[in-house]
């Protein structure tokens, strides 16, 4: 007599019985596969959310910052000569660039597929220079008398 030889497959194990476990992982498998398929647009569409409210966060701060350095810079020309003032400022990601004179204070923010100018004018002279790059920074802002015409010096300090 010959010995019966059971190659992964248990003595009181018949072949129907490993089909059917085989069949069932596919299945298993197969529900896996679709649940993935399915959210996939909602991953998509929760990532793209969140990067125009980084965005849009961004825009808002620079608005911020450039309203508390327009604030300031209005008073400190108010006040005249020596008048000096230093305020503590967040700067965005995403500078392009940050800049002061020709009667502005601007910073230039790449966002929304482009550039967004965020601007402030004032009616007399600003000079000066910004950060760019992100973070906190104290910003100092003076009045200054240059050939009797009072200017306002704005620097990162």
Do not use: C
Not at 53 to 74: G, R
Not at 115 to 129: A, E, L, M, Q, S
Not at 143 to 148: D, F, H, L, M, Y
């Amino acid at each position: 007599m010959t010995p019966k030889l059971h190659l992964f497959i248990g003595p009181n194990t018949n072949l129907n019985d490993m089909e059917r476990r085989g069949q069932s992982g596919l299945e298993y498998m197969m529900i896996v596969i679709i649940a993935m398929l399915l959210m996939t647009p909602a991953i998509q569409k929760g990532t793209t959310l969140i990067t125009d409210m980084k965005m849009e966060t961004n825009v808002m701060l620079a608005k911020n910052t450039i309203n508390s350095i327009s604030d300031a810079t209005e008073s400190v020309f108010a006040q005249g000569e020596p008048a000096k003032i230093t305020i503590h400022a967040k700067f965005p990601e995403n500078i392009n660039i940050a800049t002061v004179g020709s009667g502005e204070v601007m910073i230039r923010l790449n966002a929304y597929g482009g550039v967004t100018d965020i601007v402030n004018r004032f009616d007399f002279n600003v000079t000066g220079t910004l950060p760019q790059d992100n973070g906190y920074y104290d910003i100092t802002i003076q009045a200054v008398k240059i050939s009797g015409v009072t200017w306002v010096n704005i620097t990162d300090a």
